[in-house]
């Protein structure tokens, strides 16, 4: 199999982002976050704050597919799953309000472009099956295990490395 082209690893790379966003969507907060400075937070109003964290992490899974749907139509892929999925122009046209209502300023904090998409019958089931198709398609694609061998040069030699490592001190 030929390497891959680098808009296809870009493209990959952002469903892989978009990916580890969704693997966190309903992680618990940390016991500190139910900490104020003088004292701890009652369950409930825990509870109601952990919630509204996952809700906001959902956010940002959803629109950062989106950026994957610009990517895979301006590669010009085809997958049947895909394309299926895709061809519900209604939930592509809600989800891409979504984004713009998640990456750009909104004066409403639950702004109609986030519900057009929330609202939506079914969206949260189209959006985990599309996050699925786009998998299986660019796995399809991606010789993955096969590429990293290629340019496979030890994370701690890489330039950016320090900010990772800074992050998680």
Sequence with gaps: MPNPSKELVAL??????????????SAPLPESSRQTTTKRLPDDLA????AHSAFMRLQIWYALLYVVIEGYRA???KSVEVEKLLSNEEMVHALRLFRNAVFHYQKDPLTEKLLVFLDAKESEIW???LNSALKKH???????ESWFNTVAVPVHRR???R???GANE
């Design 127 to 129: 959006i985990r099956h």
């Design 163 to 165: 900010f990772w490592r």
């Design 47 to 50: 509870a109601f704050a952990e």
């Design 159 to 161: 330039p950016w490395w």
């Design 12 to 25: 990959h790379k952002h469903w892989c982002i978009a990916d580890s966003i969704k693997q966190v969507v």
């Design 138 to 144: 660019l796995e399809l694609l991606l010789p993955i």
């Design 75 to 77: 590669l010009d892929h």
